[in-house]
């Protein structure tokens, strides 16, 4: 998939998504905005990470490449350079990679926190049929239905929609995260083999200084895997209690309310249809 195909995605969702929260009827309060700010500000921090850790772990690699030499007596050469000038071609590889894999998991957190606006909307429904359903039982008074069923019937346009964006953004990553997933899992085990292997050896400041460099490398690695997975996780079960919502809501509707029921009726075929997962 080209990066050009995944910036349009990319567009689409920012796109569609201050369309889906302006219907919803979220509101930007000062608080929305820092937590949007701060979760804007995580990629870059992870990136300056990865950054300095990597040009950390280059400079581990000549130093030690140095002294290895001297012990053997062997002067500075080109041979001697060639290892950090590979860590760092490496380097750079890694830190693309790990910036198409930011954009993917900025992209899930976007859509799953519009979801969950949805189901929130979702919660404020079943309440209001709930009690309306409760005074119809006591009272006898009738209640209109338009104004719920209207509501319905947006938010299942709205979670098809988000339903739709989660297919795209799956189709435009999907390839590619397979891989970033394997390459993490990867380096879960190589991290903590080396780290295990130094430990088991006596060596001096520079051993322990590549063995810290080491965990960093494995804290970092579990932090991209958790970001990876957790936003696709919570999306599956954001669709689950969206399934869950409008059964509950089809249960309290009594047989006089012909339209809600067929509109609830409706948005249950419509979500059984519909899965919000990521899929290659």
């Known amino acids: 998939m080209r990066a050009g195909e995944r910036m349009a995605c990319l567009v ?11 219907q ?34 280059c400079i581990l690699i000549y130093k030690s490449s140095v002294q290895r030499n001297a012990k053997r007596d062997v002067p500075p050469n080109l041979l001697i350079a060639a290892g950090p000038f590979m860590y ?16 993917f998991i900025t992209l899930a957190c976007a859509l799953l926190e519009s979801m969950i606006a949805i189901n929130q909307a979702l919660r404020i429904e079943v309440r209001t049929v709930q009690t309306e359903a409760t005074l119809n039982s006591i009272v006898g008074r009738q209640w209109s ?39 993490d899992i990867l380096h879960l085990v190589i991290s903590p083999y080396y780290v295990f292997i ?3 050896r006596r060596g001096g400041a520079l051993t322990a ?4 460099a080491q965990a960093f490398w494995l804290v970092g690695h579990s932090i991209m ?25 089809s249960r309290l509707v009594t047989d006089s309310q012909v339209s809600l029921r067929r509109q ?15 899929h290659p």
């Not at 930007?28 to 990629?43: D, F, N, V």
């Not at 200084?209 to 810290?212: D, E, F, M, Y």
């Not at 869950?244 to 809501?249: A, C, F, G, Y």
């Open 225 to 249: 895997l958790i970001g990876l997975i957790e936003p696709c996780h919570r999306t599956i079960c954001e669709t689950k209690t969206t399934n869950e919502l409008v059964n509950k809501m």
């Open 264 to 278: 609830l009726t409706l948005c249950g075929r419509t979500l059984a249809t519909c899965a919000a997962e990521y």
């Open 198 to 200: 130094g430990l088991t």
């Open 12 to 22: 689409a969702v920012v796109d569609k998504k201050e369309k889906i929260d302006g």
């Open 88 to 103: 760092i071609m490496f380097h750079v590889a890694f830190i693309t990679v790990a910036v198409i894999q930011l954009e």
């Open 209 to 212: 200084i590549k063995l810290s």
């Open 145 to 183: 239905t338009d104004a719920s069923v209207a509501s319905i019937q947006n938010l299942t346009v709205l979670h098809c929609t988000i339903c739709d964006l989660v297919r795209a953004v799956g189709t435009a990553y999907g390839p590619i995260l397979l891989l970033i997933l394997l390459s």
């Open 24 to 57: 919803v009827g979220r509101k930007c309060t000062e608080s929305t905005l820092r937590r949007r700010k701060y979760q804007a500000s995580i990629p870059v921090v992870l990136v300056t990470f990865f950054c300095t850790l990597a040009l950390y772990d």
